[in-house]
């Protein structure tokens, strides 16, 4: 469970092609970055991997069943935004039982994992609360724990700290590493911050322009980029 693999996947817009053959193999826990320019193609992938987006072309398989045409619920993935999109009107319980609620779980049920996911994001004593009267980084924090109650074997993070502030950046990043390390999870994290690349990645995966400039650990990418994109984004400038 939780392997995920890319076979030449392509995704066009129109005239316009964004992915350009993208091949990959990520392993089950594996938390792989993907880092790029703004425009360079990330979140669209990301959204193909999560069935937001029709593949162009190419397979894409999760846990070993190709996806192209499995509708989003039925991936067993949960992808967190940039923009927590939670319903203002609403308590933080109901907000982290609100995909539960979906899949009509029991109130027992529901109870049990909203409870779980609140104690593994220190956020057990902010259920009764609006999202209204949460900082920033608790109200990211309820937006993942929104993903944990699915209990996904990924997790797709699409620049989940980027409205926050250096501080608060800094602690969840501490936070989401010890989130997988808990839930044992893979994990596959989109940003342009090199920072969070290098101290967060097993792996990272630099995009340029809708193709993979390279794949490694944060120190062979930093010792040995293989291009300047590379080294001018994240490696080593010596
Ligand atoms: P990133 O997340 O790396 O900033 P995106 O994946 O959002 O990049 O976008 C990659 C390219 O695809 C950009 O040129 C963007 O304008 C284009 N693009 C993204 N979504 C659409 C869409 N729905 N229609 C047309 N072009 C799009
Ligand atoms: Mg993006």
Do not use: W
Request: aromatic residues 6%; negative net charge; contains cysteine.
């Amino acid at each position: 469970m939780g392997e995920l693999r890319l076979d030449d996947v392509r995704k066009s817009f129109g005239n316009l092609e964004v992915i350009k053959g993208v091949s990959l193999d990520i392993s089950h826990g594996e938390f792989v970055v993907f880092v790029g320019p703004s425009g360079c193609g990330k979140s669209t992938l990301l959204r193909m991997i999560a069935g937001l987006e029709e593949i162009s072309g190419g397979t894409a398989e999760i846990s070993g069943k190709t996806v192209n045409n499995l509708p989003p619920v039925e991936r067993g993935i949960a992808m967190v935004f940039q923009s927590y999109a939670l319903y203002p009107h609403m308590s933080v319980y109901e907000n982290i039982a609100f995909p539960l609620r979906v899949e009509k779980l029991s109130n027992d049920l529901v109870e049990q994992k909203v409870h779980q996911a609140a104690r593994i994001l220190k956020l057990e004593e902010r259920l009764k609360h609006r999202p209204g009267q949460l900082s920033g980084g608790q109200r990211q924090r309820v937006a993942i724990g929104r993903a944990i109650v699915r209990e996904p074997s990924v997790f797709l993070f699409d620049e989940p700290l980027s409205n926050l502030d250096a501080a608060l950046r800094a602690e969840m990043r501490v936070e989401l590493a010890k989130l997988h390390d808990e839930l044992d999870a893979t994990m596959i994290y989109v940003t342009h911050d090199q920072v969070e690349a290098m101290t967060m990645a097993d792996r990272i995966v630099v995009l340029d322009q809708g193709v993979i400039s390279q794949v490694g650990t944060p120190l062979d990418l930093y010792h040995k980029p293989q291009n300047l994109f590379v080294a001018g984004f994240i490696g080593n400038p010596k």
